[in-house]
Nanobody
Framework: QEQLVESGGALVQPGGSLRLSCAAS??????MDWYRRAPGKQRELVAT???????NYADSVKGRFTIYRDYAKNILYLEMNNLRSEDTAVYYC?????WGQGTQVTVSS
């Protein structure tokens, strides 16, 4: 299994931006995803990256979040703009059954 390490989570004000990173221990060629789990809620699929031209987003983040990859560095990114309080969650990277440890995003004034 691949080892995945997320980073980039922080406390940010509403309307702010963050970029999350997920570094993989080896070369990644398949679909990668970002999930999140908010307090008291079930895990939610946020965004999926199959190829540079084939990405999908949860309705709640469309137009605000962008998922992309650096294939040379084996890093998956999630660019998050116009953050809202409801985006507060632990964000997880996923690849073929492997999960990272998560990174906390808190949106609050």
């Amino acid at each position: 299994q691949e080892q995945l390490v997320e980073s980039g989570g922080a406390l940010v004000q509403p309307g702010g931006s963050l970029r999350l990173s997920c570094a993989a221990s080896g070369s990644i060629f398949g679909t990668m995803d970002w999930y999140r789990r908010a307090p008291g809620k079930q895990r939610e699929l946020v965004a999926t990256h199959a190829t540079p031209g084939n990405t999908n987003y949860a309705d709640s983040v469309k137009g605000r979040f962008t998922i992309y990859r650096d294939y040379a560095k084996n890093i998956l990114y999630l660019e998050m703009n116009n953050l809202r309080s409801e985006d507060t969650a632990v964000y997880y990277c996923h690849y073929q059954g492997s999960w990272g440890q998560g990174t906390q995003v808190t949106v609050s004034s």
